[in-house]
């Protein structure tokens, strides 16, 4: 029967459909540098800095979302040893492949202590379509930060831009 049919096909190309939706939630992180340590707890990414410059974690490429949005992310930074981390939101033009960045947004840092969301603007500039979202740290020497220096907890998107308020803040929780 050609209903039973649509509705099969229907059925099998939301399944299809679904792990990508549920990819987007959230971005799943990678390491930057194989000497960067990475774990999981109780649902938070932690992430330990080798030394030396900026190192983190990075996601896959995303969509750029079809208008402006913010991004929105939960990080604390436990060890004295890092100076700041912060996050970092990487436009590209193409959603594959490696390619040149053509425009980067930083968040506002966060130091040794602090525990807080941090806001990004997702504002795609002219020709993008995709971006890349990475955790970076940076040490207040060379010596190798703990292994769970920085813990990058639950992200989301909103949609609308940043508000253009002041936000104050008394400190981690």
Same mark, same amino acid.
């Given at each position: ?13 939301l ?5 990508q939706?549920?990819? &987007?939630?959230?971005? =799943?992180?990678? @390491?930057? #540098?194989?000497?960067?340590? *990475?774990?999981?707890?109780? +649902? ?28 929105e ?34 968040? &506002?840092?966060?130091? =040794?202590?602090? @525990?807080? #969301?941090?806001?990004?603007? *997702?504002?795609?500039?002219? +020709? ?5 979202v ?40």
């Open positions: 029967d050609r209903s039973v049919r649509i509705l099969l096909l229907a059925l099998a190309l399944t299809l459909a679904a792990p939706a549920a990819a &987007d939630d959230g971005p =799943a992180f990678r @390491r930057t #540098t194989p000497r960067a340590v *990475l774990g999981e707890r109780d +649902g938070w990414t932690l992430l330990g800095v080798p030394g030396g410059r900026a190192w983190g974690i990075e996601s896959a490429l995303r969509r750029a979302p079809p208008r402006p949005a913010t991004l992310v939960e990080l604390a930074v436990a060890d004295p040893r890092v100076r700041e981390a912060f996050v970092r939101v990487a436009w590209y033009a193409r959603e594959r492949g490696r390619q040149r960045q053509l425009d980067v947004v930083d968040s &506002d840092l966060v130091v =040794a202590g602090e @525990r807080r #969301t941090v806001l990004v603007p *997702l504002d795609p500039p002219e +020709g993008a379509r995709a971006y890349r990475r955790v970076l740290a940076r040490l207040v020497t060379a010596e190798r930060s703990s292994d769970d220096a920085i813990a990058v907890g639950p992200s989301r998107v909103t949609s609308g831009r940043l508000a253009l308020t002041r936000l104050l803040w008394d400190g981690p929780p």
